[in-house]
């Protein structure tokens, strides 16, 4: 399989824990997305990476949120100190730079957290 | 700044009927607009996009959606609804002239198909 993978599919965990979650992008991908998707909500933008650089981060991205994508292939979001509000289905995406109005998304399947 | 507002959270069509699912959007320069579709537990795939190009764009599985800048809408067509159509479906924008994939969504449109 080639596409987006993201581990683990679904995570549940007690307020105040931190978490991990995983995004293995498509191989010759070098921009990397983190969505956030609550429930009856379209995703909403996170932060992007090209190759290892972080370029963009929403405001929806608290201090308490880190992503990061070390070597510019994988790319990991960590949560800490989780509390019942971060619940949702975290969407990695990735695309290819050079693409211009062409560049498309490949979502991955999410990983779905509940905090308890 | 954009935004995009997806009228109707549910809509429900009879199988061999058409489809109408509507998107309205707002942005302060011209847009590029996308149609996503979320089958359960999978990820988002697109459907089709608008990049200023043809106002009437076709998509996978016998979707359309036409630009219409006067309605500042891009509603999605499909003539002839089948079971396996039944999903969420995405409407969003994001900014032209921009070269990466940050996309303002819309809240979905859950599509249900009665035999």
């Known amino acids: 399989d080639t596409g987006v993978s993201q581990d683990p599919r679904h995570k549940i965990t007690k307020r105040g824990q931190n978490v991990t979650f995983r995004c293995d992008p498509i191989?010759?991908?070098?921009?990397l997305y983190w969505y956030r998707q609550t429930l009856g909500q379209g995703p909403e933008f996170l932060t992007y990476?090209?190759?290892?650089?972080?370029?963009?981060k929403s405001r929806l991205l608290s201090d308490r949120f880190s992503a990061e994508r070390p070597k510019g292939s994988f790319s990991t979001l960590e949560i800490q100190r989780t509390e019942q509000g971060d619940s949702a289905m975290y969407l990695c995406?990735?695309?290819?730079?050079?693409?211009?109005?062409?560049?498309?998304?490949?979502f991955g399947s999410g990983t779905q957290l509940s905090v308890l | 700044a954009q935004s995009v507002t997806q009228l109707g959270s549910h809509v429900s069509v009879s199988e061999g009927a058409l489809v109408l699912l509507r998107c309205n959007y707002s942005?302060?320069?011209?847009?590029?607009l996308f149609w996503y579709v979320q089958y359960p537990n999978q990820g988002l795939q697109l459907l089709l996009k608008?990049?200023?190009?043809?106002?009437l764009v076709k998509g996978i599985n016998g979707f359309e959606a036409e630009f219409k800048k006067s309605e500042t809408s891009f509603h999605l067509t499909k003539p002839s609804a089948h079971m396996s159509d039944a999903a969420e479906y995405f409407c969003?924008?994001?900014?032209?002239?921009?070269?990466?994939?940050?996309?303002?969504f819309g809240q979905g449109t859950i599509l249900t198909v009665h035999p």
């Open positions: 942005s302060s320069v011209p847009p590029y």
């Open positions: 969003a924008v994001r900014p032209g002239g921009t070269s990466y994939g940050k996309l303002t």
């Open positions: 191989s010759e991908h070098n921009r």
């Open positions: 608008y990049t200023s190009a043809a106002t």
């Open positions: 995406a990735s695309s290819l730079i050079g693409s211009g109005p062409n560049e498309k998304l490949f």
């Open positions: 990476f090209q190759n290892e650089a972080q370029l963009e």
